[in-house]
């Protein structure tokens, strides 16, 4: 065979590249991380689906049933975030109101930081009903979810992770134990006739099934500490709590919402992003549906407005959302990670790098990822959402590359076999490699 001389390879490669190196280049790079995720074997023992997508070209590196739907777990939390960058201002609206000569009408609109240890807030509600002089009356009338969400566990009643909704939260609408030395504080304080305080060696809380009888156990041994469980709301537990916490006397009514009404703004949106997607806090995403819902419907519904929501800004999605609550503690959640990954996108474009490398957890650093996917030089390489359930994890968000590329990704785990964590270490190696080598 004759040879090509060398001189006539490189003129052609020079009169090319302006027009084919970039896709050649992806293409090799396709290549490899197919390979190395091949070799990884990630994808035996479980059902996975991964997808890695450049924003910047518009490329995917590497797709691997990423059009296959799984239980996305707190995953969902991404739908939620996106609703509240599209929907919500800077500070939320934590209720609305209407005065009478007498009377302060108030309507709740789910703004979680109210009371809540976990949020640093002003709780400007809370200022806003103490200073008044006036008659205060709550409805309820525009509340049209319901307690729990839909495909909850039933049995999850007693942990903090599952805390009811309404429209008024108050402390994370949980019971706060609060044990200094011998003193035991129960907050709200008008519940301590429901609690039973008993001690032993093993520290904890328990409740009934129907949320009368309230328990914690406290180990002698231990000063200081602080613990919490659900509130089971009955009838007037939402009337008492907020009349301890402000001082006044408050009724309701099942009044309407009416069109002209004046906005009490409480705690900082980005604030309660940073809770909701680096410590995965359930109550904070369920409350702040509820409150996108307040300001795109005028009522709160979970329902109604993820319908809504989805129809007016997430119709053009890769797949279809099956999209049932704000946290992801839904078993009915189901989604694709190209529809993830389209999601991930545009929070991308509207905020970009800056923005989600504080809301995101950061690998090796922070939030639900902070054993994991630590960077060289512990440089965070990954801002991502986690997302578990029993039998299930997934990851989803942002590989910063070692060229400074910033990537989105989206892995999805479903019907786990074995250890969750063997399969976490396997995934931050091959994560590891494409920050090498793209």
Known sequence: MKSIPRLYILFCVVGMVSCTTTQQLTSGSKRTFVNAWKKSG???????????????RKETLISDRADNYFTSASNTKILT?????????????AAKYIETKDSLF???????????PNIKADNALVNFLSQTDKVIVFSNAHFK??????GWAWDDYPYAFQCERNALPLYGNRIWFEKSEDTIQVIPNYLTSAVSIQSGPVTGTAKSEWGDRYIFTSNPSIKRERLSIPITFFENDTRF???EITGKTISNTNRMLPEMTTSIFGSLRDSLLKVMMQ???????????????FIELGYLSDIDFIKSFKQKYLFNLPNEVKWYDGSGLSRYNALTPASIIDILERIYQLKGKDYITTIFAAGGLSGTIREYFKGPADRPYVYAKSGSLKNIYCLSGYLITKSGKTLVFSWMNNNIKDNPEQIKSAFEQYLLFVCDHY
């Open 279 to 293: 410590e995965s806090d359930n109550f904070v995403a369920e409350q702040l549906l509820l409150n996108c819902s």
């Open 145 to 150: 979810a319901r307690r729990f969400g839909q």
């Open 42 to 56: 990630l994808s035996k023992n479980q059902q996975v689906g991964l997808s890695i997508y450049d924003p910047l």
């Open 241 to 243: 709590s907020w009349e």
């Open 106 to 116: 108030i309507w709740g609109a789910g703004d979680p930081g109210t009371g809540y």
């Open 81 to 93: 975030l996106y609703a509240a960058l599209q929907l919500l201002t800077d500070t939320i609206v």
